[in-house]
Each structure stands twice: as structure tokens, then as C-alpha cells.
């Protein structure tokens, strides 16, 4: 007996069957996920595994739909690139005597050699993107930090291939993802609440789960937006 259902804002084929243990499994190349599990096992405890397995299932979806992508961006006028969650036109302007990037009404002007290549261009908009978060981070954090009663001591960005974001609990640092630029203020600041109340909780438990509903009760929607566009 096949279904599909929702977990965790997951899509999932549940699919149950005279089996003696429950299997989950991610599939290329777009990341589908099933589920199979014995005829006796009920919902809320397939709920709590798709909970306890969530970040390796985003990881393994992300691995499978990086591995489908068959074009390499070339990074030139008229690619689409994300910021804030809106899609920006590329619009590249040969210029020797600067290299900048620029935002203006739907565009990214990129300032670049005329000799320039992708991966030149493609690490002009990381860096972009790094000052752009610069400057996003730190009032999220400074406005949490008392609400939460949580100090954070270091934050840094860097790119990540499977997570949006990670927390050391003992320094009280947070790492965010470099790919966060692409995506809207909203999803940025549930990341970083996410991160925080881990200071206050390692695992994703209920009273993980309880401390994020407490601070952010949108947490959910913002998770599922940040995960499927």
C-alpha cells in the first residue's frame, strides 16, 4: 500500500508492507524520499524518525539534485542569480579599472575584465554575497540574543554543500551558509534562531522543537520555503 503524505514539510512516499524494519531512502536525481515500513508501526513514530533523520535527508536531497545539474553557470548577461529571495538578471559590463557588483531594479550589474571567466565572476558574487550577509547578520543577532537569553560569541559564513547553518554549543559560535544571500530575509533569520536555540539544546528533540515554536511560531512555513524554493 503506497501514499503520499507530508512529514516535517517533507513530501514522502509511505509505502507499507509485511516487513520487519522501516527504510528510508532518498533517490535521485531530484531528491525523492520513501518510506517503507511494517503494516503494525504507527504514524507518530515514523513522524519521529523523519524528525530525528531530518538534516541527513536535506543533505541527502541536496547531494543527489547538486549531482543532476548538467550545466555549469557561466555566470553572463542574462543568467538569473538569487538575492533575498527574488531573482536578479546577470547584466556583465567589461570594465578594466573595476570589479564590483552592483543591485538595481531586478539586476546585477557585475563590473568585470572583458578577460574575465565564470569562476571569476561566479567569486565576485560570493563576495558579494558575504557583504551583503555582513551586514544582514548582526541585527538579528544582536535583537535575539536577550529575547532568547542565548549569547552568541562568534559567527562566521562559509560555504556549505548539506546545511544551512551548524553551532559549536561550547564556544557559542554559529556558522551560516553562504547560499543564505540567495534567500529571503525571513528564511535567513529562522536560520539563525535555529542555530541559537541550539545553544540552549544540542538535539532535535520536542523541547528543541518547543523553544522554536516559543520564539519563532512560523518556524515550519520558514523551514519549508527555505528547503523547496
Given amino acids: 500500500m503506497s501514499q503520499n503524505i507530508v512529514m516535517q514539510g517533507l513530501e514522502i512516499e509511505l509505502i507499507r508492507k509485511a516487513i520487519k524494519h522501516i527504510h528510508l531512502r532518498v533517490y535521485p536525481p531530484d531528491g525523492r524520499i520513501r518510506l517503507s515500513a511494517p503494516l503494525h508501526i504507527d504514524v507518530s513514530t515514523l513522524e519521529k524518525l523523519v524528525s530525528t533523520r531530518y538534516d541527513w535527508i536535506l543533505a541527502q536531497q541536496q547531494i543527489c539534485r547538486s549531482q543532476s545539474v548538467q550545466q555549469t553557470p557561466m555566470?553572463?548577461?542574462?543568467?538569473?542569480?538569487?538575492?533575498?529571495?527574488?531573482?536578479?538578471?546577470?547584466?556583465?559590463?567589461?570594465?578594466?579599472?573595476?570589479?564590483?557588483?552592483?543591485?538595481?531594479?531586478?539586476?546585477?550589474?557585475?563590473?568585470?575584465?572583458?578577460?574575465?571567466?565564470?569562476a571569476q565572476r561566479a567569486t565576485m558574487i560570493d563576495k558579494w554575497y558575504r557583504q551583503q550577509l555582513r551586514l544582514q547578520i548582526p541585527p538579528l543577532i544582536a535583537y535575539w540574543q536577550p529575547i532568547m537569553g542565548v549569547t552568541v560569541n562568534t559567527w562566521g559564513i562559509k560555504k556549505m554543500h548539506t546545511r544551512w547553518g551548524s553551532c559549536n554549543i561550547q564556544a557559542q559560535r554559529i556558522w551560516l551558509a553562504l547560499a543564505l544571500a540567495q534567500k529571503s530575509p525571513s528564511c535567513l533569520e529562522y536560520v539563525v534562531v535555529h542555530e541559537m536555540v541550539h545553544v540552549l539544546e544540542r538535539y532535535h528533540n520536542q523541547r528543541f522543537y518547543n523553544l522554536m515554536s516559543q520564539f519563532l511560531p512560523d518556524w515550519q512555513q520558514r523551514r519549508r520555503v527555505l528547503n523547496h524554493g
Fill in 75 to 118: 555566470y553572463q548577461t542574462g543568467d538569473i542569480q538569487y538575492f533575498q529571495g527574488q531573482p536578479y538578471t546577470l547584466n556583465v559590463i567589461t570594465d578594466s579599472t573595476q570589479a564590483k557588483v552592483e543591485p538595481r531594479a531586478g539586476y546585477l550589474d557585475i563590473y568585470a575584465p572583458v578577460s574575465s571567466s565564470p
